[in-house]
Nanobody, 122 residues
Framework: VQLVESGGGSVQAGGSLTLSCAAS????????MGWFRQVPGKEREGVALIDSDGLTRHADSVKGRFTISKVNAKNTLYLQMNSLLPEDTATYYCAAKMGMLRSFVVGDYSYWGQGTQVTVSS
């Protein structure tokens, strides 16, 4: 499985961005995919997850602002980010694992993208 993120960039606080993650060599069912983010010097943290049935889980810090979705026909995962805050600044990573448990544990994920930078200025 290969994951390639795109869509990062710089935006002012209150703005919006949409991240995309194109997956190849994909498993058709029984999986979980998600978005994580990391700031230098801090641990990687979970942002949002979606399983193969389309059930989602969002971190408390992004609920009501970020929405995860996927288009199976395109093998693509999305993260719509609205009302961005300076504290959302991070490198955002796409991740995938077999099994449908919507876990925010970084070590549970076997597949990772290279990351895309999101910078929110105040």
């Amino acid at each position: 499985v290969q994951l390639v993120e795109s869509g990062g960039g710089s935006v002012q606080a209150g703005g919006s961005l949409t991240l995309s993650c194109a997956a190849s060599g994909y498993f058709n069912s029984g999986y979980c995919m998600g978005w994580f983010r990391q700031v230098p010097g801090k641990e990687r943290e979970g942002v949002a997850l979606i399983d193969s049935d389309g059930l989602t889980r969002h971190a408390d810090s992004v609920k009501g602002r970020f929405t995860i979705s996927k288009v199976n026909a395109k093998n693509t995962l999305y993260l719509q980010m609205n009302s961005l805050l300076p504290e959302d600044t991070a490198t955002y990573y796409c991740a995938a694992k077999m099994g449908m448990l919507r876990s925010f544990v970084v070590g549970d994920y076997s597949y990772w993208g290279q990351g895309t930078q999101v910078t929110v200025s105040s």
